[in-house]
């Protein structure tokens, strides 16, 4: 149903009117009520409407927060729910990147701000699922850009670290490879 009514929907203003609709269906199960906030703001940013992207991102975290306080079989929560809402913070993060990046004079309280909040997020993420190498790598350029390099170089060897553990050749040799943004020394935290 989800993948026919939004999912699959096109162009992309009518794949939103149409999840905003299914949503809207008070018979929809809870279940889809995160992946179809997670479709709408997937679209929101392929229209590079990082505003929305980010609003609707919130509200699938929120969501699948609700749902993970739902009452289930066992008292232990699943980890795959921790690497969902890992992966969830990350995107988040990514979501506030790309809109300080596109929105908002580089250097200006309004990127400090939403920098700020970004690195929150990618703590957030850590936080469920502490060997996210993606989430390092992010929140160190997040730590350099505030003038931090000694932690910046702890997230990156954690990226490093985690990635190799993980598998992931590729992204390690990346890490390893990546020239860190500059410090914006109005920045500093004292």
Not at 59 to 71: D, G
Request: net charge neutral; hydrophobic share 35%.
């Amino acid at each position: 149903m989800v993948d026919k009514e939004c999912r699959d929907v096109l162009p992309a203003q009518a794949k939103i009117r149409a999840c905003l609709n299914l949503l809207s269906d008070r018979r929809l199960s809870t279940a889809y009520i995160a992946p179809i906030n997670n479709e709408i703001s997937s679209t929101f940013q392929s229209l590079r409407d990082y505003d929305n992207a980010i609003k609707y991102k919130k509200i699938e975290i929120e969501r699948a927060q609700s749902a993970a306080k739902q009452p289930a079989s066992s008292a232990e929560a699943l980890p795959a729910s921790f690497g969902a809402m890992s992966q969830r913070y990350t995107e988040l993060g990514t979501l506030q990147a790309l809109n300080r990046l596109a929105n908002i004079d580089s250097q200006s309280d309004d990127a400090r701000r939403g920098a700020t909040e970004e690195q929150s997020n990618y703590t957030l993420a850590l936080q469920y699922n502490p060997m996210n190498y993606r989430a390092y790598r992010y929140r160190a350029e997040i730590h350099s850009l505030f003038c931090d390099s000694a932690s910046a170089s702890q997230d990156m060897e954690a990226a490093v670290r985690f990635a190799e553990e993980s598998g992931d050749q590729n992204a390690a040799r990346d890490y390893r490879r990546v020239t860190l943004t500059a410090c914006i020394p109005a920045w500093r935290r004292e």
